[in-house]
């Protein structure tokens, strides 16, 4: 939401593109970090049998794909704009589907690359 208000209000374009993913990316990382340790603390306390390596492939995943996700949510809009597509109508779904299917792949191959290297 907050990209397309700077879309709206003309702040952010396609010639500082990077600029806005990187501004919105190091919310991300804090984020990403807080999720992490929270996700670790999760499995490892209220899911007993849980073997460590499968805590540390949660909390490594969730700042990857929330770091991800924030870099979808903000290039998709402005793209959408650039290709003059109204960016409220097609980001949510468009977004969604994309975080969601790539968040998936990224936890799977995360876990195969982590825990068949154990």
């Known amino acids: 939401a907050t990209i397309i208000r700077a879309i709206t209000l003309d702040e952010v374009r396609l010639s500082n593109i990077w600029q806005a993913v990187r501004r919105e990316v190091s919310v991300g990382l804090i ?10 603390i999760r499995a490892i306390i209220w899911v007993f049998d849980t073997d460590p390596n499968v805590a540390f492939v949660v909390a490594l995943t969730l700042p990857v794909v929330v770091i991800w996700a924030i870099t979808v949510a903000t290039i998709i809009p402005i793209l959408a704009d650039r290709f003059k ?8 779904p468009m977004i969604t589907t994309i975080v969601d299917a790539t968040g998936l ?3 799977f191959l995360l876990a195969r690359v982590i825990l068949t290297a154990i």
């Open 31 to 40: 984020l990403g970090a807080v999720m992490a340790v929270a996700g670790y």
């Open 85 to 92: 597509i109204d960016p409220t109508v097609i980001s949510g």
């Open 105 to 107: 792949l990224i936890y």
